[in-house]
C-alpha cells in the first residue's frame, strides 16, 4: 500500500509539474478576447467600460461609434423620467358621469377617461390592481352614485396621449403581438391578450385556435401558424395595425399536447376598456341602451362638467420604473416618453418625441453627439448611439440607488434573475440587455470584490451566428469583467 501511495504521489506531482499555471486575465486581454472570438466575426463591436469612481475610461472598443442598443435604451429612458416626473409621481384614471341622473337613470354617458397609466389593470404589476378589480371598483362606483340603468354608454376617452400609440418605424412584424402594444392615453390589461392553440403532434398542421384571454369583441384571426418539431419554441407573430380587427397569425409553435399560448397587442385600448366595463355593468344588473364606445370613434372626447365618482391611481413613478427595466415593458417606457413630454406641454402630435430626453441629456452632461432616438423603448432598429452614452448616463447615476434599484441584478432580479448563477458575477453585475433581430447588447455597473465599481456597455450589430452563441459569450464577458486584472498607464 505504502508503494501505492508514492507512485500515486510521483505522478500527481509530475502533473502538476507538467500544467501551466493559472494565469489571470487583464482588462485588455478580456476586451481584445472578446472582439477577436471569430463568434462575432462579422459583427459590429463597440463597447465602454469606465471607473464609476472618477470617470476614467479602462478600456473601449468603437466606443463613439453609433450602433443599435435595442431595449438597453430604456436605461436612458427611466433615468430621464425619475428626475423630469420624480420617484413618487403617479398617473391617474377617472370615470365620470356625464349626464342628468334621476330615479337611478342616467340620461347620459359614462367616461373612463385615461391618464396615461400603463399599469392599469396589469396581470404582472406589483402593486397595481388586476383587471377585474379595477373593473369591479369602477362598477361599485357607479352603483354607489345610484346608477340602475343608463340611457347611453360607456365611453373610453385614450385622448390624453393622442391617437399615435407607437413609433412609425416600429418593424410591421411586431405590431401585432404585445411587446409591440401601443401606449395610450387609456390602457388596460398593458394592452396584451393571450391567445391560445391546441397543439397536436402532426407535423406541418394548422392547430386550432381554442381561445383569447380575455375577449376582444369583433377581433378576427387568419391562421397561418404551423406545427413544427418539438422544442422549437414560440415561433408565432401576430400581424395586424393599431385600430384593425383582420389580424393574421404566420410562423410555427412547437408539436406536442394541449395548450400553447402566446400573447397579442389589443388594437383599441380605450375601446376594450369602454367593452369591459359594459360588460361587467350588464352582469351587476344595470343595463345600457347602446353600445360601448371610444371616443375617437364617436369624435366625441369628455368635456369638462361631469361628475367623478372614482379615480385610480398608479403604483409609484419608481416603481414603474423597475419593471420597465427589469422586465424589459416596451408598453411602459413608451409611456414615460409621453408622460416626460405631457409634463413639458408638448402637443399631442410631438408626445412620442424623444426630443426631450435629448435636452435632458445635455442638461446632464452628457453628449449627444452620434446619437438618434426614435422612440423611448429601443424598440425602433432606428435608434442608435455610442456605447459611451450609456457609461456616461451610468456615470451620471452612479450614486442613484433608486436608479440602480431598476436594473436586473445577475442571479437574483429581473431578466437576470436565472443567469450567472453560481459565477463571480452573481450579485455583482447588475445590467440591462437589448435585444433585437441582429443586436445583443448589456449595459450596466460591476460591483467587484475587490472594491472597484465599473460602468460598462457593450452592442454587437449584424452578427450572423446564432444569437445565442453571441448571449453567451456576452454573458461570459460579464463574469470576465469580475475578475479581470486592471492595470493603469
Known sequence: MRQLLIILSFVS????????????????????????DRVLRYAQVGLSIIDVENGRTLADHQADRALI???TQKLVTTAAALDILGTEAKFRTRVFLDGSLKEGVLSGDIYIVGGGDPTLGSPNMTDARDMDEVLNAWVAAIRKAGVRQVDGRVIGDGSYYGTAGLDMNWPWSDLGNYYGAGAYGLNLHENFYYLDFSRTK??????????????????????EVRIAEAGTG???????????????????????????????????????????LQSKLEASGISLSQVAASALSLGRLYLAGGREIHRTESPSMLEICQRTNLRSVNLYAEALLREINKSRALESFELGSPQTILDWL??????????????????SPRNYFPPRLLTSLLFYKRDDADYLSTIPLAGRTGSLRNRLKGTAAEGRVYAKSGSLAGVRAYAGY???????????????NNYTTPAKDVGRLLLDFMVNLCTADIFEG
Open 234 to 276: 414560440d415561433n408565432a407573430y401576430i400581424y395586424g395595425a393599431p385600430f384593425n380587427y383582420n389580424h393574421f397569425i404566420r410562423g410555427t409553435i412547437p408539436a406536442g399536447n394541449g395548450r400553447f399560448t402566446i400573447k397579442g397587442s389589443i388594437p383599441n385600448p380605450p375601446l376594450f376598456a369602454a367593452q369591459r
Open 446 to 460: 460591476v460591483n467587484r470584490a475587490d472594491g472597484r465599481r465599473l460602468a460598462f456597455s457593450i452592442m454587437v
Open 362 to 379: 445635455a442638461e446632464s452632461g452628457i453628449s449627444t453627439e452620434g446619437v438618434r432616438l426614435d422612440d423611448g423603448s429601443g424598440l
Open 69 to 71: 442598443p435595442a431595449s
Open 202 to 223: 402532426r407535423l406541418g398542421t394548422i392547430p386550432a385556435i381554442s381561445r383569447i384571454r380575455p375577449e376582444i369583441p369583433e377581433l378576427e384571426f387568419k391562421n
Open 13 to 36: 506531482t509530475l502533473s502538476c509539474a507538467t500544467e501551466p499555471p493559472l494565469v489571470a486575465q487583464s482588462l485588455d486581454e478580456v476586451v481584445n478576447a472578446l472582439i477577436d
